[in-house]
């Protein structure tokens, strides 16, 4: 079994979405935040990057989209073991799951 700290430091802290960028024909999301992005892979860390290959990309950008129109906080949980790999997002930090508050 794991303990719930072992996944702790994949968390952003709170903050609020800045940027939006979708459209993309690959499906994927990208957006920025107004505090410094949550990095641990070390990822290319301009835009943090939904790929519908590690989430659910219709999901998030709903909450993304209600998240920046209300100035909710959010934070961002990341994945700490690879970057995306998906064309337009490769590089950049990969996005799995999103808490809003």
Not at 2 to 24: P, R
Not at 48 to 69: F, G, H, K, P, V
Not at 72 to 85: F, L, N, P, R, T
Request: charged share 25%; aromatic share 6%.
């Amino acid at each position: 079994m794991l303990s719930a700290n072992v996944f702790a430091d994949d968390w952003s802290e709170k903050t609020t979405i800045k940027e939006i960028v979708a459209g993309y024909k690959e499906r994927i999301v990208l957006f920025t935040t107004t505090k410094p992005h949550h990095n641990p892979k070390g990822c290319e860390s301009s835009y943090y990057a939904i790929t519908e290959d590690d989430a659910d990309l219709n999901l998030m950008l709903s909450m993304l989209l209600a998240a920046q129109r209300s100035g909710a906080e959010i934070q961002i949980g990341v994945d700490s073991s690879k970057c995306a790999s998906i064309s337009h997002a490769a590089g950049r930090i990969n996005v799995t799951r999103i808490k809003s508050y």
